[in-house]
């Protein structure tokens, strides 16, 4: 079974490290990342999706970023 997480982020270093964190864990890049403007709180964002490999079965109440 594969999951899916979309990692997110001001465009600092924590989201280097919150993209490192899940790489550490078995977590695998899928995509590119992205990059936009939050008109909302005025300030840069990143994104990058990881995908993951795991023996249980998918249910929407797993706490992705305990996988």
């Known amino acids: 079974m594969k999951i899916y997480r979309l990692l997110t982020e001001d465009d600092t270093s924590a989201f280097c490290h919150k993209v490192s964190l899940a790489l550490s864990k078995g977590w695998e890049l899928y995509g590119d990342p992205t ?31 305990e996988q």
């Open 35 to 65: 990059y936009a403007f939050d008109h909302a709180n005025g300030v840069m964002r990143c994104g990058q999706a990881v995908t993951k490999e795991i023996d249980a079965p998918y249910h929407p109440e797993m706490k992705l970023g």
